[in-house]
């Protein structure tokens, strides 16, 4: 596995790559990025992983200072696996000068985008410049991202880059909490509590398997529940799968969306139904 800091060297590295599968990472790796890495060797090689913890996706008061940076395990983790290149920029590199932005749709200003004001373009950014640094045919993206999987879609077809976006399952603990470099920030309490935002969704995906279309009161019922245990919510919202705006009636697909802190740290998870 070659590590590489610079896109000349990532150039150079990838010259005459056709094939290229991309997973694209801010590092601290857990196992559900390793298994990010494993879905990309199956489309294409080399696989690249980029690491690099974007400042511009950080609101003012969010973790980027504190975001474990951890690139001598990380590349451990990736070489197990059998990634071929980690391209690892430094914020200089990746922005030597200011830097132009896309407009993004309406959907970037919901949900999280409403949370974190400028998260959804700082992301678009991001990863249309590494898109570019790249050049990937395959790009691999964790679900547990729902509407960053979505918006980056949305900006992938509208800005009309050859490339195929791939979408993984949550990796999830074996209590259902989903993988996440941010649950190494909870304390014992807070992981033993970290659970119940997984049991919520799929007690309101069975509701709706059931015919509940109440979507309102299964929002509310499932935040007055975390409420009720010392989360602080930010949403829960039934939203229709492929538009990800509130579900037009007759909608079958559906997906379930949720962030809440518990204590200092923002947790996020989602499930299709
Ligand atoms: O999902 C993440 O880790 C980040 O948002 C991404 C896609 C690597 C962009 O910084």
Redesign the pocket.
């Known amino acids: 596995m070659r590590l590489v800091h610079s896109v000349a060297e990532l150039r150079e590295a990838l010259a005459g790559s056709r094939d290229t599968a991309f997973v694209?990472?801010?590092g601290n790796l857990h196992a559900g990025h390793v298994a990010l890495a494993e879905i990309a060797a199956r489309h294409g090689r080399p696989v690249v992983a980029?690491i690099?913890?974007?400042p511009l996706?950080f609101g003012a008061g969010e973790d980027f200072e504190r975001y474990p940076r951890t690139l001598a395990a990380d590349c451990d983790k990736l070489a197990s696996v059998g990634t071929d290149i980690v391209f690892a920029p430094d914020v200089a590199g990746m922005y030597p000068e200011p830097q132009t932005y896309a407009v993004l749709p309406p959907l970037a200003g919901e949900l999280c985008g409403a949370h974190r004001p400028g998260h959804f373009q700082?992301?678009c950014t991001?990863?249309l410049k590494?898109f570019n640094m790249v050049q990937p045919r395959y790009a691999v993206?964790?679900k547990k991202?729902y509407q960053?999987l979505h918006v980056?879609k949305g900006m992938v077809r509208q800005f009309n880059l050859p490339i195929e976006m791939i979408g993984a399952e949550t990796s999830r603990a074996e209590d259902g909490l989903a993988l996440s470099?941010r649950n190494g920030y909870l304390s014992a309490d807070e992981r033993a509590e970290a659970p119940r935002l997984y049991r919520l969704l799929r007690q309101a995906a069975s509701r709706i398997a059931a015919g509940e279309r109440d979507f309102a009161a299964l929002e509310n019922a499932a935040a007055a529940e975390l409420t009720a245990h010392g989360w602080r919510v930010d949403y829960v919202a039934v939203r229709s799968r492929t538009t990800l705006l509130a579900p037009a009636s007759g909608e079958s697909a559906f997906v379930i969306l949720a962030a809440a802190h518990l204590g200092t740290t923002r947790l996020i998870d989602n499930l299709e139904c």
């Open positions: 694209p990472t801010m980029s690099f913890v974007n996706q700082g992301v991001v990863v590494l993206f964790g991202d960053q980056l470099s």
